[in-house]
């Protein structure tokens, strides 16, 4: 039946890990219905966890018409395709990040982006009661287990410095439409005057979404200009990536958008929402105690007591970004021996 499909491709999803769980309900299979047609979520339910080729899916059927199927749904961002020694690989892109980026990066206005980031927005309040629920359920072992299990992976935050390093490494650079803000304009609701083309795809990634028209391939400059902008408008740098791979995808968060840092926000306690490997330090010698971090600081983790500048561990997300307005040089950011630091400034 219609429904065991899409139902069994939240599991084959759920089985891609990523920054967003695939969890089985009907919000996020109305969005699957919207994304893959019944023939695409049967064919996606075929796709191994590694890549594929059409060789080895090959099982009584026209190859060609396979592989055009596939490639259809690598156009719409469903299927990831990498070649090797003339050969090309699929592969069942996760959700985050994944599908749902691709279906943004374009910037397109129509009504199947409109109803597909209504959708979306439904799952994502489904997804908040179920992420509520199992916080608030009593500890056990094997509920504790369960609960690791279902968490997905956690954001890590880079600072300009770092950008900058994965810009200089990558052979290929691309650039699309944060999902964020342009979600939020698809629904209707009112857009912050923060630039939108700040989506940036390394590596194959990148090759891959500039071929299927997502994102556009910029050179090295233009990416340093990008990297400028948002730093200066003070958007967050952001990615959520597979462990031991190079960075494949940032994006560039704005607080009144991003549901990932509004979220740690919320939370009280951002460090242990979002991974934070670096912390900022106090020159208490050289600050003017102008304010102007205290401002830029998305998370409320500086603040005055008297006359002196202190940094809450448990809020700085090591992001950096006060330390682009301050005028007497007076912040620096250092690695963090504790992830989850719990002290404050002294």
Request: proline share 4%.
């Amino acid at each position: 039946m219609k429904s065991d499909v899409y139902g069994e491709l939240v599991d084959a999803l759920y089985l891609r890990k990523g920054g967003m769980i695939a969890l089985r309900c009907s919000e996020l299979i109305a969005v699957l219905e919207e994304l893959f047609s019944q023939e695409e979520a049967e064919l996606a339910l075929r796709l191994p966890l590694e890549p594929v080729t059409v060789s080895a899916l090959v099982s009584g059927e026209d190859r060609t018409s396979l592989e055009r199927k596939l490639e259809s749904m690598a156009d719409k961002g469903l299927v990831y395709v990498t070649e090797k020694d003339g050969e090309k690989y699929y592969q069942l892109l996760p959700l985050l990040p994944g599908i749902l980026e691709f279906q943004f990066l374009k910037g397109e206005v129509d009504e199947h982006a409109k109803k597909v980031a209504a959708l979306i927005k439904e799952y994502m309040r489904a997804l908040r009661r179920y992420m509520n629920e199992q916080a608030g359920r009593p500890a056990s072992a094997a509920r504790v287990i369960t609960i690791q299990e279902d968490f997905p992976q956690r954001t890590t935050i880079y600072p300009y410095s770092d950008v900058l390093q994965f810009i200089e490494n990558s052979e290929n650079i691309a650039v699309g439409i944060c999902l964020c803000r342009h979600e939020e304009e698809l629904l209707g609701n009112a857009a912050c005057v923060k630039p939108k083309e700040t989506c940036m795809l390394f590596g194959p990634e990148a090759k891959f979404a500039a071929e299927r028209r997502f994102a556009r391939i910029i050179d090295k400059e233009e990416a340093r200009r990008i990297l400028d902008v948002t730093e200066e408008a003070g958007l967050i740098h952001s990615a959520i990536n597979k462990p031991g791979i190079y960075l494949n995808f940032l994006c560039n968060c704005c607080i009144c958008h991003c549901k990932i840092m509004r979220g740690a926000k919320r939370s009280g306690m951002p460090t242990r929402v979002v991974v934070a490997n670096y912390v900022i330090t106090i020159d208490d010698d050289a600050c003017n105690t102008c304010g102007l971090c205290v401002e830029r600081c998305q998370m409320e983790a500086l603040k005055f007591e008297g006359e002196r500048l202190m940094r809450d561990d448990v809020k700085c997300i090591g992001c950096g970004l006060c330390m682009y307005v301050c005028p007497a040089d007076a912040l620096r950011l250092e690695p963090r021996s504790d992830i989850y630091g719990l002290s404050k400034h002294e």
